[in-house]
């Protein structure tokens, strides 16, 4: 198992809609996500900054490269796109961080 961690960036005065929306996250989308090999996956946002950091663990065997593939995600991203910072796909700009300390 491997836990990842990456920042994405929320759009002023979005955060309560962000919330809501994943509150109400679609039940296929989770069935994806862990069907890919996610799990334990958390996002917190720093209301300062509007970044949203996102930690998950994946299964050694995890297909998440695959994920930008299927069609419910891409689903979901169209729907997140008018309230985050996206690409011209609408996949989110994810930003990969580097781990610095763990106390297990």
Known sequence: METVAF???LNR????E???RHDEIWPELATVLKQAGVSDYSIWLDEETHHLFAVL??????????????EIVRR??????DI?????DNAPVEVPLKKMFHLP
Not at 76 to 81: G, Q, V
């Open 7 to 9: 920042r994405m960036n």
């Open 13 to 16: 005065g979005a955060a309560e």
């Open 18 to 20: 962000y919330k809501r």
């Open 57 to 70: 663990k994946r299964s050694d065997d995890h297909s998440m490269d695959r994920i930008p593939d299927n």
């Open 76 to 81: 979901w991203w169209d729907f997140m796109a």
């Open 84 to 88: 985050m910072k996206t690409k011209p």
